[in-house]
C-alpha cells in the first residue's frame, strides 16, 4: 500500500463519499422510522383518552347512579390527562425530530439525552396511573 494521496477521482475515494451518504440517508430514514414510531404512540395515547371518556359517559348515562358518576368524573381526568401526554408528545417528537435533522444536515452527530422522550413518557404515564388509581380507590 502506498502513501500517496488519492486522487477525488479515484475509485477508493468516490467508494467512500457513497458509503458516507448512505450511511447518512440510512441514519435520516431510521429517524424518520422513530418518529412515526412516535407519532403512532402519541395518537393512541388520545385516543385512549377519548374513549376513556365516553365509555364512562355511555356507561353514566343507561345507569346514572352515584358510582357510575363517580367513575365518569374520573374518566375525564384520567382521559384529559392522556390526551394531554399525547399532545405534548407529538410536540416534543416534532421538536425532537427536527433539531436532530438539522444537526444531521450540519454534519454534526446526534446526542443522545440524558432524559430521552421514551424515560420521560413512561414516568409521566405511572404518574398518571398512581393518580388515576388514587381517584379511583381514595375518593
Request: proline share 3%; no cysteine.
Amino acid at each position: 500500500m502506498s502513501d500517496e494521496p488519492r486522487s477525488a477521482g479515484d475509485s477508493h475515494v468516490l467508494h467512500t463519499r457513497d458509503q458516507a451518504s448512505l450511511a447518512y440517508f440510512r441514519t435520516q430514514l431510521a429517524l424518520d422510522r422513530t418518529t412515526l414510531a412516535w407519532v403512532r404512540t402519541t395518537l393512541t395515547m388520545a385516543s385512549f383518552g377519548f374513549s376513556m371518556v365516553a365509555f364512562f359517559r355511555t356507561w353514566q348515562q343507561q345507569s346514572p347512579t352515584a358510582e357510575t358518576i363517580r367513575l365518569h368524573r374520573g374518566a375525564i381526568h384520567m382521559g384529559m390527562a392522556l390526551i394531554l401526554l399525547g399532545i405534548g408528545g407529538a410536540m416534543l417528537t416534532g421538536i425532537s425530530h427536527w433539531t436532530t435533522l438539522r444537526r444531521l444536515r450540519r454534519g454534526e452527530s446526534p446526542e443522545v439525552s440524558q432524559w430521552p422522550l421514551s424515560v420521560t413518557v413512561v414516568i409521566l404515564i405511572g404518574v398518571i396511573g398512581l393518580l388515576g388509581v388514587w381517584e379511583l380507590f381514595v375518593k
